[in-house]
């Protein structure tokens, strides 16, 4: 098992280095972070509130975070795209967008319970830790955008940026410690 583990391992860091990046790779980085994103959502709806089963949701935000770097990473290797590996990425980032407006909406909701637990200073510094990066990801991205669609791109980055703006600002008027 260890063996197989450590032979998937490798197989997969051979693949890594000899295909490079292109518009397949970043649509594969942004649908994995909308997986990540997806899971933290239902961690954080299906949460009792409770101090431990707080944890799991801590450690998914994490993960986000780490998605999203990757997919910065992935971006930045990537050669400049057509206009057709554009539009996947558009479809990719739409889908995303609606992901992270639940996901806010979820952690909004969550509001008072992780300021109960004392836990809402940070969530805050998650939230802006990964605003910061989702910013980074979509400027990476947006640099390899034909010039023709940018402004039609950044308009499709901007809900995403919002979506984090109003979980931001409801965190920052919790009580901090
Ligand atoms: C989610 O989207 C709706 C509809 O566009 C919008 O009114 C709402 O403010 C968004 N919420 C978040 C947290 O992004």
């Not at 709806?45 to 089963?53: A, I, K, P």
């Not at 640099?143 to 023709?148: D, E, G, M, N, Y």
């Amino acid at each position: 098992m260890r063996a197989s583990t450590l032979f998937t391992a490798a197989a997969s860091l051979v693949c890594a280095t000899l295909v490079a990046a292109d518009g397949a790779a970043i649509v594969d980085a942004l649908n994995n972070v909308d997986a990540e994103t997806q899971e933290l959502e239902s961690r954080v709806q299906n949460w009792n509130g409770g101090l431990l089963s707080s944890i799991p949701i801590v450690t998914q935000s994490a993960h986000v975070l780490s998605a999203i770097n990757d997919g910065t990473d992935t971006a930045e290797d990537s050669d400049p795209l057509t206009t057709e590996e554009a539009l996947s990425i558009a479809t990719a980032v739409n889908t995303l967008a609606a992901t992270v407006n639940g996901t806010m909406t979820a952690i909004i909701a969550a509001h008072d319970d992780f300021e109960h637990l004392l836990l809402a200073p940070i969530v805050l510094l998650d939230l802006k830790a990964q605003k910061s990066s989702s910013d980074k990801m979509s400027a990476a991205i947006l640099a390899k955008v034909p010039t023709a669609l940018q402004a039609i791109a950044q308009n499709l980055v901007a809900p995403i940026d919002a979506s984090f703006e109003q979980a931001i600002d409801v965190y920052s008027l919790s009580n901090g410690i």
